[in-house]
Nanobody, 116 residues
Framework: QVHLVESGGGLVQAGGSLRLSCAAS????????MNWFRQAPGKEREFVAA????????NYADSVKGRFTISRDNVKNTMYLQMNSLKPEDTAVYYCNAGGYTSGYWGQGTQVTVSS
């Protein structure tokens, strides 16, 4: 079992930056591939970024590639999402996920709002 808590969301102007954190409880954090998803109002939840258990492999949605960076610290049981050059279309609730969309664990989400 993994319990996930996101933080770091907020209101930022277009072009600005935010860093999201996902703190995990449980000794098995380091064994899980981790993901960030987001959900904008009226839209389905969509994939943002993924990282493997060791942090050596990452993957990004085309819409955030080159602007967002996913990372993890298995000693601190924490995953991060550094978001730069934010756009209004990045406005959404951001969720961290451990183990995959259909059968994994989810945090409660953190709101990111980008003003134009």
């Amino acid at each position: 079992q993994v319990h996930l808590v996101e933080s770091g969301g907020g209101l930022v102007q277009a072009g600005g930056s935010l860093r999201l954190s996902c703190a995990a409880s449980g000794r098995t954090f380091s064994t899980y591939p981790m993901n960030w998803f987001r959900q904008a109002p009226g839209k389905e939840r969509e994939f943002v970024a993924a990282i493997n258990w060791s942090g050596t492999t990452t993957n990004y949605a085309d819409s955030v590639k080159g602007r967002f960076t996913i990372s993890r610290d298995n000693v601190k049981n924490t995953m991060y999402l550094q978001m730069n050059s934010l756009k209004p279309e990045d406005t959404a609730v951001y969720y961290c996920n451990a183990g995959g969309y259909t059968s994994g664990y989810w945090g409660q989400g953190t709101q990111v709002t980008v003003s134009s």
